[in-house]
């Protein structure tokens, strides 16, 4: 199995500016709650990256030549005035410049930590589903005139990623789900949806003639993580991590697909689709959002849209991903890469116009296509289309990318090359039928052969991203309701 990845933390080697200082000190009380702890020590590790500085965590006065940052609230640290602490609500947040230092803290534990991940971002810093990228450039180190205060519109932001398909948050190992939680706390989300019984799947073997099993790394089987202590495990890590635990969606929040609407296996990522459910809740007397995921490395723009539209009612899907790619891949990039979803939305509209069952893994997903007797319809080619057009876009701004967040335009290709190969597959299977039922052996042959190759193309794309449990599940479950239906068929 490929091992759950974190982006690196990308910066360049330029010179330092000379601030003054040459040291970060967080000062924290040696009572802070735990969610404070954990929110020190991660913006510590954040700073030190950032500005190759050393970073410590002391309840002491900084030394001389320390920046100083005040971590928490009057009620928590002693060490911040509270002539400074300005009137919050239980989730606002602050990031302001003081004599003391800079105050980075929250009305509670949750919103102190949500302000450290805020004093990150500041500098360039972004938060994935998968980890964190860094800047390409190294900020500068300024400390002053900074007040900045963060109050939510959406209040409830919940988390759905658990679901009866094994390509959901089920088959997730608990250290997977662990780093999961960390990033979607830093991304501001308040609940985890976690059913009272997560399911469980029967091994599906990955040996043998297995299309892209070089991402199992050996294993003969995928297999179920859950076990008779697995919903305790990952409910209290994610209470640890500062999520509210719940059984079900939130009452009184509208659900938000995060891509697809179903359990496809498919890329079908839809900007307007997105902003067009958040302006419904915003305009709702709900309470905020759930949002559903199925496949989470396809969907690092959707959560930070929303983590940023719940603070910022005027924010836009489009603007949003320009604040999350251009610090961390440079000018240029993020023209492409929208360029890119948006050929992902077009095929993700068609797909829901005309076979919304198209990428779901099921029995006879593939066979129904060999039996159709029909020829391709036009909408499967331009599906197919968009789909190259969207791996066309990725690799134009891979080139222009600089260092920093490659991995991920990488990873969205090669999802974008899996879909590709996919509707090839379906296209061939399609002219197979076709042509039987027109009593031309050859053409059906001939279609057959490329209809294989494609699903071996597209789980080898497949398996060259896989990153996490999803990605691997969509592997092992094509192979079992796709690839090996499929060859068994034709002997």
Not at 194 to 212: E, H, M, R, Y
């Given at each position: 199995m490929k091992a759950f990845f974190l982006l690196a933390l990308c910066l360049t080697s330029l010179a330092l500016p000379s601030p003054g200082a040459d040291?970060?000190?967080?000062?924290?009380?040696?009572?802070?709650?735990?969610?404070?702890?954990?929110?020190?020590?991660?913006?510590?590790?954040?700073?030190?990256?950032?500005?190759?500085?050393?970073?410590?965590?002391?309840?002491?006065?900084?030394?001389?030549?320390?920046?100083?940052?005040?971590?928490?609230?009057?009620?928590?640290?002693?060490?911040?005035?509270?002539?400074?602490?300005?009137?919050?609500?239980?989730?606002?947040?602050?990031?302001?410049?003081?004599?003391?230092?800079?105050?980075?803290?929250?009305?509670?534990?949750?919103?102190?930590?949500?302000?450290?991940?805020?004093?990150?971002?500041?500098?360039?810093?972004?938060?994935?589903?998968r980890g964190d990228a860094g800047p390409i450039e190294r900020p500068a180190l300024k400390f002053t005139n900074i007040n900045n205060l963060y109050e939510p519109t959406i209040?409830?932001?919940?988390?759905?990623?658990?679901?009866?398909?094994?390509?959901?948050?089920?088959?997730?190992?608990?250290?997977?789900?662990?780093?999961?939680?960390?990033?979607?706390?830093?991304?501001?989300?308040?609940?985890?949806?976690?059913?009272?019984?997560?399911?469980?799947?029967?091994?599906?073997?990955?040996?043998?003639?297995?299309?892209?099993?070089?991402?199992?790394?050996?294993?003969?089987?995928?297999?179920?993580?859950?076990?008779?202590g697995f919903r305790e495990s990952v409910a209290n890590a994610a209470t640890d991590s500062g999520l509210i635990v719940v059984s079900t969606p939130p009452p009184n929040t509208i659900r938000i697909p995060l891509g697809s609407p179903t359990a496809s296996v498919l890329p079908e990522f839809s900007s307007s689709r997105l902003e067009a459910n958040f302006?419904?809740?915003?305009?709702?007397?709900?309470?905020?959002?759930?949002?559903?995921?199925?496949?989470?490395?396809?969907?690092?723009?959707?959560?930070?849209?929303?983590?940023?539209?719940?603070?910022?009612?005027?924010?836009?899907?489009?603007?949003?991903?320009?604040?999350?790619?251009?610090?961390?891949?440079?000018?240029?990039?993020?023209?492409?890469?929208?360029?890119?979803?948006?050929?992902?939305?077009?095929?993700?509209?068609?797909?829901?116009?005309?076979?919304?069952?198209?990428?779901?893994?099921?029995?006879?997903?593939?066979?129904?296509?060999?039996?159709?007797?029909?020829?391709?319809?036009?909408?499967?080619?331009?599906v197919k289309n968009h789909y190259a057009e969207a791996v066309s876009e990725m690799y134009r701004g891979n080139t222009r990318g600089r260092d920093g967040a490659r991995p991920l335009i990488l990873y969205h290709a090669k999802r974008m090359e899996f879909a590709v190969h996919y509707l090839t597959a379906i296209e061939g299977l399609l002219t197979a039928?076709?042509?039987?039922?027109q009593n031309k052996a050859d053409a059906s042959a001939e279609a057959t052969d490329a209809a294989v190759e494609g699903i071996y193309n597209a789980l080898s794309a497949q398996a060259d991203a896989a990153r996490d449990a999803s990605d691997l599940a969509a592997i092992a479950l094509l192979n079992q309701w796709a690839y090996r239906p499929l060859l068994k068929s034709l002997h």
């Open positions: 040291k970060i000190t967080i000062v924290l009380s040696d009572k802070a709650p735990p969610l404070e702890k954990i929110a020190a020590q991660s913006l510590a590790t954040e700073l030190k990256l950032l500005f190759a500085l050393e970073v410590s965590v002391s309840d002491l006065a900084p030394a001389e030549r320390s920046f100083s940052i005040l971590l928490g609230s009057p009620h928590t640290n002693p060490a911040i005035p509270a002539s400074e602490w300005p009137t919050l609500s239980d989730q606002g947040h602050v990031l302001k410049s003081t004599q003391k230092g800079l105050l980075v803290g929250g009305a509670t534990p949750v919103a102190t930590l949500w302000a450290a991940s805020e004093l990150s971002y500041h500098f360039g810093l972004r938060h994935l589903l209040r409830v932001r919940a988390w759905s990623g658990f679901s009866d398909h094994p390509h959901g948050q089920s088959s997730w190992p608990l250290e997977q789900q662990k780093l999961l939680f960390a990033q979607l706390v830093k991304l501001k989300f308040t609940h985890l949806v976690l059913p009272p019984a997560p399911a469980t799947f029967s091994p599906i073997p990955v040996d043998g003639d297995t299309a892209g099993r070089s991402a199992f790394k050996g294993a003969r089987f995928f297999s179920s993580p859950v076990d008779s302006k419904t809740v915003q305009t709702s007397h709900s309470d905020g959002f759930t949002a559903s995921a199925v496949m989470p490395g396809d969907l690092n723009a959707a959560a930070h849209f929303l983590s940023r539209a719940a603070y910022d009612p005027a924010q836009t899907t489009k603007k949003a991903f320009e604040h999350l790619i251009r610090p961390i891949c440079g000018d240029g990039v993020s023209e492409r890469l929208w360029l890119g979803f948006e050929h992902v939305a077009n095929a993700a509209e068609l797909i829901g116009q005309n076979d919304p069952s198209l990428g779901i893994p099921m029995d006879k997903m593939w066979l129904r296509h060999l039996a159709s007797k029909s020829a391709p319809q036009e909408w499967i080619t331009k039928s076709y042509a039987a039922s």
